[in-house]
């Protein structure tokens, strides 16, 4: 089964007053949505859009793994556990809250940031606090404390692809335009696919698409 999410679909957030403009792709704060809670491990993809000297400021996170992936521009991100690092377009920011962890991310740059953040449900809670950036990473990222493998897949226009085998797998296009199936998909849209028949990927013009594969939490249960 796939179910598509176009980017005007996203709930609209962030502060444009203040120079932030967020895009939900789950059910998050104020827009709450019984049915669109959360898609396997992934509780949130949210693309973010800060303008030059915005920010959010520091704010709590725990028990649950985050994951950045710049686009435009330059992150600052400072926690309480005493990271202070700049994150650029190709890099991986992941900061595991466990018990509780405090952080800060920033514009400081005098361009705009372009940035998508994903957050994932933990395997087991708590814990102590861990952070790391991958710079320039590769095909794939593990992410073993929730499960899931990260792929990422940089392609030019006319590339065909698999999606990982899976029982859940999430698209993501950060850039470009991608056919999954005889879906269309442009920047900002997203592809929700159950199953392991789940139909190749290609790319219509040169393309960057973020793939979560994960496992389906209701096979645990049963």
């Known amino acids: 089964m796939t179910r598509i999410q176009r980017a005007a679909e996203r709930y609209p957030g962030g502060d444009p007053a203040a120079g932030i403009e967020t895009r939900h792709a ?3 704060g104020p827009h709450y949505d019984p049915d669109n809670l959360r898609f396997g491990a992934l509780l949130a993809c949210n693309e973010e859009r800060l303008a ?7 704010h709590p996170h725990s028990h649950t793994e985050i994951v950045t992936w710049v686009v435009e521009g330059e992150l600052t991100h400072h926690d309480t556990a005493g990271h202070t690092t700049v994150v650029r377009p190709g890099d991986l920011q992941r900061l595991s809250a466990a018990d509780g962890v405090r952080h800060v991310e920033r514009n400081d740059a005098g361009v705009p940031l372009v940035f998508v953040q994903m957050w994932l449900a933990p395997l087991s809670p708590g814990g102590e606090p861990s952070y ?3 710079r320039g990473v590769g095909d794939t990222y593990d992410l073993p404390a929730a499960g899931s493998v990260l792929h990422v897949r940089r392609l030019p226009a006319g590339a065909r692809t698999a999606l ?6 999430y698209v993501h296009v950060v850039r470009g335009t991608v056919r999954v199936g005889d879906e269309a998909l442009d920047p ?7 199953g392991t028949d789940a139909p190749g990927l290609v790319a219509t013009t040169d393309a960057e698409v973020l793939i979560w594969a994960m496992p389906d939490p209701r096979r645990a249960l049963g």
């Open 26 to 28: 789950l059910s998050f």
């Open 52 to 58: 030059p000297g915005a920010g959010f400021d520091e």
């Open 164 to 169: 990982p085998e899976a029982d859940l797998a």
């Open 132 to 134: 790391e950036v991958v």
């Open 188 to 194: 900002g849209d997203a592809a929700r696919l159950t």
